[in-house]
Structures are given as C-alpha cells and as structure tokens.
C-alpha cells in the first residue's frame, strides 16, 4: 500500500476562520443554516422539495442551490415553495464558507427563517469545507451501498445527522442496515440516524420532527 | 443567479503537462491505462471485477486503486485475480497526473499489459484531473437519474465511453435512457454507450469488446 497525501491544511484553516463568520452573521440575522451533502443522484432535491412542503406552514424558507453549472435544482425547489437563489461554482467540486457567504449576502435573510444549502453532488469535498451551518445533514440512498462509511469517513464524521434515502428500493439491493449503522457508529457515536424515503413519504416525519427540535433549540440559544 | 469562480487553471495546467508524461511513460512500457470514473455507489468495483474475469485469459491486469481511505477494493480485485495496488488520497478528492505516476512506479509494469484506476468515487473533481490514461470510461448507474448530464457536464464531454450500470434496477427508477442519451449527445457526439449490470452480466459483452477492440487498435500505433 502507498500512502499519496495532498497538503491542504492552509486552505481549509482559512476557510475554518470564513465559517465562523458566517454563522456569527446568521445568528445576527436570526437565520438557520443546514448544510445538506451527499453524493449524485442521492436524492438531495427531492428530500429538499419535500421537507420544505412540511416545514413551509411554520417557517419562511430559503435554497442556496449549489451547482457546477445548470439551474434546474432552483426552478424546482422554488415550486415547492421555497425562495431559491442559484449559485453556479464554475467547476469547484464543493462550497466553501467565502463563496456560501457571497450567496447570503445575496439573498433576502430579513424576510427568511431557514436556508438550506444544497451543496455539489459529492461525499469528499463538502466535507472539508464547512460553511457556518448550524446543522450538517448527509445523505445516502440505499443504492450506494452499506460500505460507504469505509469510504468516505470524514463525511460520516462531522455530519450532525444521517438520512438513508430511497428505503423504498431496498427490495432490490443488497443493503445490510445493521452493517451500515454499525460502520457509522465507529466514525460518529451520537449522530441521528433517520431511514426513509423521500419519493413516498415514509419516515419523512421522524426527520423533520428533529429538524424543527434543532430550530428551536437554536432559537433559545439566541 | 449568481456565479461564484475559483481559479485552477494553473493547478490543471501542470497537471496536464504530467499526464503527457505518464502516457508516454506507458507507452513505453506497453502498458494500456483506462481511467475508471463514477459516483459513490455507481458500481465501479463490481465492474471491475467482472472486466478482469472477461479480459484475464489475454491479458496480464494490474489495478490502482484511489480511495481517500480504506483500501477494501484492493483486497476485493486482487481476488478477482488482478495485481493490485491501494494509494491513499489522504483525503483530496481525485487522482492527479502526480499522484498517479508515483502509483504506477510502484508497480510491476514489465509483467502488466492493462492497468485501470479506479478513481475516487467523485463526477467532479476527477474530469478535471488528466492522470495520462488511453481511455477515459465513466460509470453513471440507474438509481443516479437521468438529469446528471446537466449537473456533472464536464464528466460526461471528456470520457470516451459510457456505462450505464445496474440497468437491472430498471423497474423501481424513473430512468428514461433515450433522456439520457439526448442530453449526453449535447455534450459528447460520438463516445459510445453500453448499458449494462456488471452484477447480472447483461451487456457486458459488448463493453468488453469495445475494451479489447480500444487495446488492439492502440496497440498498432506503438
């Protein structure tokens, strides 16, 4: 085995100190911030366009959707009710908190109780740039496998809560629950782990039940 | 909409100069390298497996295998009887030209007629990083969608042929192939398509026969 390290720890103290920043700012602003990652395909959208559906009633919300290129992600979230801002990272594989404290800026905090952040497609990046989020939330659709902990640590390892998407498929895949919890546990003791599937609706209350817990828990902190 | 840039084209610019290196080193060596890209979850492993068991009667098979960390993959296609080697990214999210040339000298290349990376599970950071391979071949699997040509475009215009794995999952995802296929020919006129299950077997065959047709063919240009 041959070890290949990159040096990037400057970079990501950096961007440690902008992170700060950002949640300081949005504490100012009375906004909460949830960082949502996972890898393509996972299903972030569809979670994103379901959640605001349920959370719309009682809070006012807004998406940073964060793309390499294209917009569809804004216009759909944007008919689920949400007001959506579109940022394009011009081929960056991850936001980092300058470029996430560029997009609030350019959206309307006074008028918003929760932003989600809708990060690039990937289970390596965003997981080393934090942005100022109140609440890291990650996702795995069952598809991906119950091995992906081995894989991408670190993401299991700073991630606030996990959502097993796409529960619904489990028919057709070999994917050991168990297994997969277990592999977590070794990165992350304490993490809430929410099973469900977004497309149907089943087990979306547990999770957005601990979402609105978070929200006000943050609020009496203020 | 807002655009938020960062500059590499310095980074991409030297890593492209190294690239040329590695291919020239490897056509020395008679080596064909094939650089394997996906997702996490797309597959990448199984297939590979199944590629080995297909092409190990012609030819002598090494695998790099690139993971930020863990190196089961190593352990799962050394079974499949290819020379193996695990690199560690140490957290960065693909391989570059250097990293990938430092892997290769590592290996026994005098005993070796095909070698494959297998990438780190990304649709980002990967296309962007020439590792000097002959060809570049992506995976997108079924339960990814669609969609993923107009979020991943980079991915999809520099691969020179395209899997569409676990077609067998047809039936419980809203895939629609001809979709698929009109927006990867915005992007990439001519790269072939092969759909397949690298778990099932189906379509394996043709994409084998592209391989080896691939190999052949550069093989009368040395």
Redesign the interface.
């Known amino acids: 085995?041959?070890?290949?390290?990159?040096t990037?720890e400057r970079f990501v103290e950096d961007n440690n100190l902008e992170a700060l920043r950002v949640n300081k700012y949005l504490n100012e602003k009375h906004v909460f911030f949830v960082n949502l990652m996972a890898?393509?395909?996972a299903g972030k959208t569809t979670l994103l366009v379901k959640t605001i559906e349920a959370l719309k009633k009682d809070y006012r919300i807004g998406v940073l959707e964060a793309?390499?290129?294209?917009?569809?992600d804004?216009e759909t979230v944007e008919k689920a009710g949400a007001i959506a801002?579109?940022?394009?990272?011009?081929?960056?594989?991850h936001?980092d908190a300058d470029?996430t404290y560029?997009?609030l800026l350019?959206m309307d905090l006074d008028h918003l109780d929760v932003i989600f952040l809708e990060n690039?497609?990937?289970?390596?990046?965003p997981a080393?740039f934090d942005v100022g989020a109140h609440k890291k939330v990650m996702i795995l659709?069952v598809?991906?496998?119950d091995?992906?902990p081995?894989?991408?640590?670190?993401m299991f390892t700073i991630s606030d809560c996990l959502l097993i998407n796409?529960i619904?498929?489990k028919?057709?895949?070999d994917f050991d629950e168990t297994k997969l919890e277990n592999n977590v546990r070794k990165l992350n003791e304490k993490m809430p782990i929410y099973s469900l599937s977004a497309l149907t609706g089943e087990g979306m209350k547990e999770w957005v039940s601990w979402l609105k817990d978070s929200i006000e828990k943050w609020r009496t902190t203020l």
């Open positions: 085995m041959i070890h290949i390290i990159e990037k890898s393509p395909g793309d390499v290129d294209s917009s569809i804004a801002l579109q940022a394009h990272t011009g081929g960056s594989c936001m470029m560029r997009g350019a690039v497609g990937n289970l390596v990046c080393e659709s598809p991906e496998g091995d992906k081995l894989k991408y640590p670190l796409k619904d498929t028919p057709v895949f």
